[in-house]
């Protein structure tokens, strides 16, 4: 926006501020907009069978609205005039990233944050330096501090998460350690049947096993601010010789990554699955996950599924980018390996019953032991029944 739109649009948010919250209103958001995804749309979608009475819109990017008006989702587009009347008057806000500075939160909005992931990499006030662009270390930390500040609330998918939350955000509000609501869907009684409609609507072969690559984002590889550069260090041709008879690969690229990766060499073994909204299914369809430093390994853990670490830059990785909050190469649920060879290796080691469960039991039992389909239901008690002014 213009900054004279901008500062109108913001004077005008505060003023529509001032009016009634409407108290059935809830405003969810996932990644800026971008995805019906992730925690909001499990706590969402246990609200629209649980408890009808609430009024249940979605903020969304408009480059993204498609996938919200085929499911038929009630949305508002971000920063649209309609947008701005549900946002200043909503009872509750629930979103799982950060909202922009310039919003202020209505006195009498509660607002839920989410999050998105078990931290494996370092966040917010843990981190020696920032290295994300049009930004510097300060001003990163101090714009997000200043975010946290309008918290209510913090889930927390286990106890290991909660302290470094904590510190990390300097958060001093309510935590609620209930699990990750995404994960409900890992125990679902109908978990098995949902992957099978999945493979089918999405015509991939159910005569095959599937990997699910799924990489992080780098902090110091990018094009422009946002936007994110990822080298595909995977071999694909080596891997469809190696491997194309007994698998096939689906890539989900970080939503933050810029990439369109050109798979039509690949027809038949290699899927890119990155505009598709929510990992979750793709956890549910797939049979080993290969990853790196990406969240992701802590859900997927709740699967107790073979996993595989390329981590052809890790000394780079948690020395200079990031760094970690506990030693990765010892606690890893499964083989690190930097190269495509030594990848293949790891997945036919698999077939070899090579794999072994002893860290993935010991990972499970620290990362995983609240989660039992039951995370969204504890949020809405917790948070929004709780709060509920309705009658």
Excluded at 353 to 373: T, V
């Amino acid at each position: 926006m213009k900054k004279i739109a901008l500062k109108a649009y913001k004077i005008l948010f505060q003023f529509v501020s001032i009016l009634p919250r409407k108290q059935n209103l809830i405003i969810f958001e996932s990644f800026l907009g971008k995805q019906y995804s992730c925690n909001p749309r499990a706590i969402y979608e246990y609200l629209k069978v649980h408890h009808p009475e609430y009024e249940l819109i979605w903020s969304v990017d408009p480059r993204f609205e498609k996938g919200f008006i085929d499911k038929g989702i009630p949305f508002a587009r971000r920063f649209s005039i309609k947008w701005l009347f549900l946002m200043s008057r909503a009872r509750f806000w629930v979103t799982n990233s950060r909202m922009p500075l310039w919003i202020p939160k209505p006195k009498n909005t509660i607002y839920l944050q989410t999050w998105h992931g078990t931290p494996l990499k370092k966040l917010a006030g843990d981190m020696k330096e920032v290295l994300m662009p049009g930004t510097t270390t300060e001003q990163y930390k101090q714009n997000f501090f200043q975010e946290t500040r309008n918290w209510d609330y913090l889930i927390s998918p286990n106890r290991y998460s909660s302290e470094i939350f904590r510190r990390a955000f300097q958060f001093e509000k309510e935590m609620i350690e209930s699990g990750y609501p995404r994960n409900d869907i890992f125990y679902k009684p109908e978990r098995d049947a949902i992957a099978e409609q999945f493979k089918e609507t999405h015509h991939l072969p159910k005569d095959k096993k599937i990997i699910l690559y799924a990489p992080t984002w780098r902090d110091n590889q990018y094009y422009q601010v946002g936007k994110y550069k990822l080298d595909l260090h995977l071999d694909l041709d080596m891997l469809r010789e190696e491997l194309g008879d007994e698998y096939i690969v689906i890539m989900r690229m970080h939503y933050l990554v810029a990439e369109n990766f050109d798979l039509s060499a690949f027809e038949g073994f290699a899927y890119d699955f990155s505009r598709h909204e929510d990992i979750q299914e793709l956890y549910v369809i797939s049979d080993v996950l290969i990853t790196d430093y990406s969240s992701v390994f802590f859900d997927y853990a709740n699967l107790k599924r073979p996993m595989i670490f390329f981590t052809y830059d890790l000394e780079e990785y948690k020395d200079d980018i990031r760094g970690f909050y506990f030693d990765f190469e010892e606690k890893a649920p499964g083989p690190l390996v930097e190269t495509t060879e030594e990848v293949i290796e790891a997945v036919k080691a698999l077939s070899d019953k090579k794999f072994s469960n002893e860290k993935m039991n010991d990972f499970y039992q620290r990362f995983c032991y609240l989660e039992d389909g039951h995370a969204a239901e504890r949020v809405v008690k917790e948070v929004i029944l709780k709060n509920s002014l309705l009658r």
